[in-house]
């Protein structure tokens, strides 16, 4: 019996864990660690609670969840409660699928002012993760800046606009919908270092913005290239593009009849943001594209706001004992492969790029990569203690394991709390999670 632990219930570990059961059958146990006790990574704490259908995901992960040989260990800090050293004597195979949780610095001056937050704290927050629940941003200003063009920033810009009758049907958090519904916001700034043609918004998340009740798009039409150079662009990024063109030629009226702004303030780089003790603007200098890099030309200006969401990208978090690369902020490995032993998988892997659907043939991919370190002779071929050690181990310490029957109890409690035309209403609070269970 081979035992694999896999650390990370998102999308990459679980495709991990689907791919071992097709490749050993009966002859595989998989636990699958995670430090909260509920499951799917970002599939429940990341992806927009307006995109239920994108949700719909985690119904593949449970039938792989629900089948004897894989076990979902929640609860479970690994370098806390176990370390990386003793799951490796446990297991046959270890592999890190913990994504890319933290958010990248700015770098800039002024980005620890209060109202100041990276996006996977202010999404967390309004997708009810346990460690940002009590964000309580202000949304008293008329001005929020959003860095970023990517689907981050427009799925942060679009909460930030949306009326409570367009919640309908999603799982946002309560907590998170009382304060947006006391929004005085008019103006919500997408700011991007290069120009349209550099976007990495699709054309899906781009064309809802137009869709919005109470919120219009703006762009400068002086901010887009000539037509015909769309060209040479790649499908999907030129229908991004189309979007941006017909944002260009909405007229003022529909504008005007709208109360707020999404403005795409295109070749514009944060240099400091502003403020005493709590945000008060963003200074910004002026960019021009030269060979794919935005420069500065030294002109800048300054947009007064009260809130600002840096949307530029995410970092692995470090595991005591694990080789890690600070520079590209992800495990230090050769194609999965960080030591003897030790894998990593996803975002942990290549940085936070892709899809959802890319974990699925990186999951595969990685469980080649082990079977072939078994057929070499460099890992064992079974015999380790695997569940039943680490069972031991647990009891020992006494830690309070969540099984994945025991997260289905959190998961009806949560559906029969949903406020009218909500799946449900997720819990924030560990310890009422726990309770559920119990």
Known sequence: ????????????????????????????????????????????????????????????????????????????????????????????????????????????????????????????????????????????????????????????????????????????????????????????????????????????????????????????????????????????????????????????????DKPIEVDFDFFASPVSILGNGKVEGIEVERTEVKAGRAVGTGETYTIPCGLVVSCIGYHSANIPGVPFDERLGRFANDEGRILNGLYCVGWARRGPTGTIGTNKPDGFAIIEKIVEDMDAGLLGRGGKKGRAGFDELAQGRCLDIVTFRDWKKIEEAEAAAARDGSPREKFADIEAMIRAVK
């Open 1 to 256: 019996m081979r035992h694999i632990a896999v650390i990370g219930s998102g999308p990459a570990g679980y495709y991990t864990a689907e791919a071992a059961l097709k490749h050993w059958g009966e002859d595989i146990r998989v636990d699958v660690f995670d430090r909260l006790p509920v499951p799917y990574g970002l599939i429940r704490t990341g992806v927009a609670p307006d995109h239920q259908t994108i949700k719909a995901v985690s119904g593949r992960y449970e039938k792989t969840a629900l089948t004897e040989n894989v076990r979902f260990v929640g609860n479970i800090t690994i370098g806390s409660d176990i370390s990386i050293e003793e799951l490796q004597e446990l297991y046959d195979a270890v592999v890190i699928a913990t994504g890319a949780p933290h958010d990248r610095k700015l770098g800039i001056g002024g980005e620890d002012l209060r109202g100041v937050y990276g996006s996977a704290a202010f999404v967390g927050w309004y997708n009810s993760h346990p460690q940002f629940r009590n964000l309580d941003p202000d949304l008293l200003g008329e001005t929020a800046v959003v860095i970023g063009m990517g689907n981050v920033a427009l799925d942060v810009a679009r909460i930030l606009s949306k009326t409570d009758e367009e919640f309908q049907g999603s799982d946002i958090a309560a907590h998170a919908l009382d304060i947006l519904m006391q929004s005085k916001l008019k103006r919500i700034v997408l700011l991007g270092r290069r120009g349209p043609h550099q976007i990495m918004m699709t054309p899906k998340e781009l064309g809802e913005l137009a869709r919005l009740e109470r919120a219009s798009p703006r762009v400068d039409a002086a901010d887009l290239p000539e037509e015909g150079d769309d060209a040479m662009l790649e499908p999907g990024l030129r229908k991004s593009v189309n979007h941006l063109r017909s944002f260009a030629a909405i007229p003022e009226h529909i504008h005007a």
